[in-house]
């Protein structure tokens, strides 16, 4: 059986590095999450809601990595518990949860950040300089 790969190098991305926070090794600062299950929840969130906009579609699909710019963070509030948050958006700002960063993500699979519903866009829409439209992959229909 074959196997569809995202491999968002190979995508136009509208996340900022810039404004990732300040990551640091000890308990409390915040820390790279491992992307691998992080990766298995997009890959069944896609295969659960998008799948047939994604060409060739063969009934496996694997996503490698993140779009380029954003990344996925942890770290252990004063409570003791820990927290995940995702930074890159191009406004700034921060997904409180990988699932509430999922729309953007199927933003840039799209290259439509314009339209994009997520919660940060949705918050920073009308505001300042539009969300520009990405060009979309070569083997994209929709």
């Known amino acids: 059986m ?18 990732w926070p300040t990551l640091g090794p000890n308990q409390g600062q915040r820390q790279a999450q491992p992307l691998a299950p992080l990766l298995v929840v997009l890959r069944d969130y896609i295969l659960a809601h998008h799948a047939l906009e994604f060409v060739p ?7 490698l990595n993140l779009p380029p710019g954003y990344i996925a963070t ?5 409570k003791g518990r820990p927290v995940h948050t995702c ?10 949860s990988f699932v509430s960063f999922i729309p953007h993500i199927i933003a840039i699979l799209r290259g439509d950040v314009a339209r994009c519903g997520c919660v940060l866009c949705g918050r920073y829409r009308g505001q300042g300089t539009p969300a520009r439209k990405l060009p979309r992959p070569f083997w994209q229909i929709r």
């Open 2 to 19: 074959s196997c569809t790969i995202i491999d968002f190098a190979n995508y136009v991305s509208d996340g900022d590095s810039r404004l």
């Open 57 to 63: 579609f063969n009934g496996s699909l694997r996503v």
């Open 74 to 78: 942890v770290y252990t509030n004063a």
């Open 87 to 96: 930074h890159g958006h191009p406004r700034g700002g921060q997904w409180t």
